[in-house]
């Protein structure tokens, strides 16, 4: 079975990167002497910053693990071939919602880069779906759990 690709802004894939080159260094270096430390103290079997340290050590692998992963199958959005005038991850959209009134600002990148606090939803959301392949000037209206969510696509950028 093939992997499946995860496309990454030239951004996000930076950011994976260097996630994964703290996790194999500093934070390495930082649990082995926690578990030395913990060794110090003598009797193991009875030692929590022992188990705690080993703990920690194998969340920091299955994590590094996970972002070999990721990085491997990665594949960087390439601005050139995307239409400029639709809805693709790595576009930023400008929306009316036609509710409220209320204008707001997304750009749409894939899941391992989703931060909504930075206006940056995942294509695989229900808003994040909903707006793909829409043009500006569309009236596009998204099913939500909250109910149904109609927006006006005023500007889409890249």
């Not at 950011?15 to 934070?27: F, H, I």
């Not at 294509?123 to 099913?143: F, Q, R, Y």
Request: hydrophobic share 35%; aromatic share 4%; proline share 2%.
């Amino acid at each position: 079975m093939g992997r499946e690709a995860i496309y990454l802004t030239r951004q996000g894939y930076e950011k994976l990167r260097e996630q994964l080159e703290y996790l194999k260094t500093v934070r390495r270096r930082e649990i082995i002497e926690e578990l030395n430390e913990a060794i110090a103290h003598g009797d193991l079997s009875e030692n929590a910053e022992y188990d705690a340290a080993k703990e920690a050590q194998a969340q920091n692998e299955m994590r590094i693990a996970e972002l070999e992963k990721k990085l491997t199958g990665a594949r960087i959005i390439d601005d050139e071939n995307i239409p400029i005038d639709e809805l693709r991850i790595g576009a930023t959209v400008r929306l009316k919602d036609l509710g409220s009134g209320e204008e707001l600002q997304y750009t749409l990148v894939a899941e391992v880069e989703a931060d909504f606090s930075q206006g940056k939803i995942s294509i695989s959301s229900p808003v994040g779906k909903g707006l793909l392949g829409h043009k500006e000037n569309d009236i596009v209206e998204i099913k939500v759990p909250a109910g149904i969510l109609r927006y006006k696509i005023l500007k889409i950028s890249r």
